[in-house]
């Protein structure tokens, strides 16, 4: 069974710095893209940042210059390093991951169960 795990979340005050993490495991020919998407209060969902299999990623230009993604594909994981929070950061982060099925060769989208970034003083 497929299961995509992310871990890394937690209280930082302002300007501090956290670092998310994401596998996928179970039965997995390749991972495609992977990313991570928030949630915030009141908010709906949005992308935060998206990396290719081959390291080509995008980020939401309230991200730039502070979240940089990141890959490891001989494990199917993904990494998210998230400098300079602001409290407008808080949220709930879902660890996004296409994956591809050794067995019928389909792609599908999974996602984690969440982890919840809080930055306040």
């Known amino acids: 069974q497929v299961q995509v795990v992310e871990s890394g979340g937690g209280l930082v005050q302002p300007v501090g710095s956290l670092r998310l993490s994401c596998a996928a495991s179970g039965t997995i020919f390749s991972a495609n893209d992977m990313g991570w998407y928030r949630q915030a209060p009141r908010k709906g969902r949005e992308l935060v940042a998206t990396i290719t299999s081959s390291s080509i990623a995008n980020y939401a230009e309230s991200v730039k210059g502070r979240f940089a993604i990141s890959r490891r594909n001989a494990n199917n994981t993904v990494f998210q390093q998230m400098n300079s929070l602001r409290p407008e950061d808080t949220a709930v982060y879902y660890c996004?991951?296409?994956?591809?099925?050794?067995?019928?060769?389909?792609?599908?989208?999974?996602w984690g169960k969440g982890t919840l970034v809080t930055v306040s003083s």
């Open positions: 996004y991951a296409k994956l591809r099925s050794p067995t019928d060769w389909s792609c599908r989208a999974y």
